[in-house]
């Protein structure tokens, strides 16, 4: 469905007349379809208080089910939100996803899912609170994605050190502590197991930057390797 071919029809402008009737805080805008609407909450057409968007938005919310029109509104307001989420999580790198459309199909399906759970209901905050469970649903499923494929990875402790350690070294040894971190390793551990055994530094190398020694920083790594393999 093509927002800019139903956003501003007959159907529409009914719609929001039938909304407007019962939510007030949608009447207070004056705007005549949803696609304006849209333009006015977003900050593209006038300036409204903060306060005025997230009650126009509780408002949709509350009316998630008096049509299609409704959702789609919706979902696009968390535009914005979502495309935070999909940078965030490199698109779904290291998940289950097979490549970027997959994962942005299932971004928005998540969207959709989380509005139509909290239909009727009001939010104080509702793109906040939209976008944070629908990034934590689609963590939690590149996490467990991840813990599963990490305890299958052939890790060789010979393995020479790579050529590159520029930015898209540390992109990945920042994403792959941001996965594991305070859930299944404590921070300093997945830094460790990330730098050692994927980004190839050897311990030795560590040991001269973190201020402990090899022995230690051996034991460390079989305790964070025992606990990915739990």
Same mark, same amino acid.
């Given at each position: 469905m093509e927002w800019d071919l139903v956003a501003h029809t007959s159907r529409s402008r009914r719609l929001l007349a039938e909304i407007a009737a019962v939510e007030p805080d949608i009447a207070r805008l004056g705007v005549t379809d949803l696609a304006v609407l849209l333009d006015v909450t977003s900050g593209r057409r006038g300036t409204v208080p903060e306060s005025t968007v997230h009650g126009a938005l509780a408002a949709l919310v509350r009316q998630f089910d008096r049509g299609q029109l409704v959702g789609i509104t919706l979902v696009r307001a968390l535009l914005p939100g979502l495309a935070r989420v999909a940078m965030r999580m490199r698109w779904g790198a290291a998940g289950p996803w097979n490549d970027r459309e997959e994962f942005a199909a299932d971004l928005v399906g998540s969207a959709w899912r989380h509005l139509r759970e909290h239909a009727g %209901? /009001?939010?104080?905050? &509702?793109? @906040?609170?939209? #976008?944070? @469970? #629908?990034?934590?649903? =689609?963590? /939690?499923? @590149? %996490?467990?994605?991840?813990?599963?494929?990490?305890?299958? =990875?052939?890790?060789? &402790?010979?393995? &020479? %050190? &790579?050529?590159?350690?520029g930015v898209d070294a540390l992109t990945e040894l920042a994403f792959g502590l941001e996965l594991v971190a305070g859930t299944v390793l404590a921070p300093s551990d997945a830094t460790l197991l990330l730098a050692n055994r994927v980004l190839g530094y050897g311990l030795a190398e560590l040991a001269d930057v973190s201020g402990q020694s090899v022995a230690q920083l051996s034991y460390r790594r079989r305790c964070a390797e025992r606990a990915l393999a739990r």
């Open positions: %209901e /009001t939010l104080s905050r &509702p793109c @906040q609170t939209i #976008v944070d @469970q #629908v990034r934590r649903s =689609l963590r /939690t499923d @590149q %996490e467990r994605h991840w813990r599963t494929s990490a305890r299958c =990875l052939p890790w060789d &402790p010979a393995r &020479p %050190e &790579p050529a590159d350690r």
